[in-house]
């Protein structure tokens, strides 16, 4: 069965280091989103992708961070200078064209020192 | 704005007994979607059951089904038969706009227990 992965599973950082954090969508998926959990916390949606542009982003979703599909199966989560905030859970989650279902990776947790 | 709303933050069930968790919703729009999704201890989200706005049978998936009632924006997720292994965070979700990308928006959670 097709799933969403990523890499890396965890990640420890400096404070003002950039990190990328790297996902797989399903391959015939065309809708691509980032969302975190911060630790005991919900789901919150950082930003939605679509025909290589962003479609929508949230206010968490600022100048610092960035997304990239630099070939036909990456999907990347860029931050520039992370910030002790940004430890948190990072899930990548893909939908077909002909579907509401969002399906998840297993996220990278980001730990930022 | 769209809004997903769970007030159980904790629910305890007996194994093999049917448990109801809670979700209520708002929205302005006439075309939304549902969802649930599971949350192990070990991180990962796990899609469970979606039920669609204009669907008028209640979604089923397995021992996974939904109470959607509309009227009162409702649609809470009933597990039958409750094993160990349903011990799990679990999150109600609404797909927002399509023409905003068609985000989640999340509830707070229920932690559900299943004791044996």
């Known amino acids: 069965e097709p799933e969403v992965t990523q890499t890396p599973s965890h990640q420890v950082t400096q404070m003002g280091q950039e990190v990328i954090l790297r996902c797989v969508p399903i391959?015939?998926?065309?809708?691509f989103y980032w969302y975190r959990q911060i630790l005991g916390q919900k789901v919150e949606f950082l930003v939605s992708?679509?025909?290589?542009?962003?479609?929508?982003k949230s206010e968490i979703f600022d100048d610092q961070f960035s997304v990239e599909r630099p070939d036909g199966s990456n999907f990347t989560l860029k931050i520039r200078s992370t910030k002790l905030e940004d430890s948190a859970m990072y899930f990548c989650?893909?939908?077909?064209?002909?579907?509401?279902?969002?399906?998840f990776g297993p996220g990278t947790r980001l730990t930022v020192l | 704005a769209q809004k997903i709303t769970q007030t159980q933050p904790g629910m305890f069930v007996q194994e093999k007994e049917a448990v109801t968790l809670d979700c209520t919703y708002d929205t302005s729009d006439q075309s939304y979607g549902l969802f649930w999704y599971k949350q192990p201890s070990s991180g990962e989200m796990i899609f469970l059951i979606y039920?669609?706005?204009?669907?008028?049978q209640n979604a089923t998936e397995g021992r996974y089904s939904l109470n959607f009632q509309k009227a009162r924006k409702s649609t809470n997720l009933v597990i039958s038969a409750s094993q160990l292994g349903d011990s799990a965070m679990y999150f109600c979700?609404?797909?927002?706009?399509?023409?905003?990308?068609?985000?989640?928006?999340f509830g707070q959670g229920t932690e559900l227990s299943v004791k044996p």
């Open positions: 979700a609404m797909r927002g706009h399509y023409n905003q990308g068609g985000k989640l928006i």
């Open positions: 039920q669609g706005s204009y669907d008028e």
């Open positions: 992708f679509y025909n290589n542009e962003i479609s929508e």
């Open positions: 989650a893909s939908r077909g064209w002909d579907g509401d279902t969002q399906y």
């Open positions: 391959s015939n998926h065309l809708y």
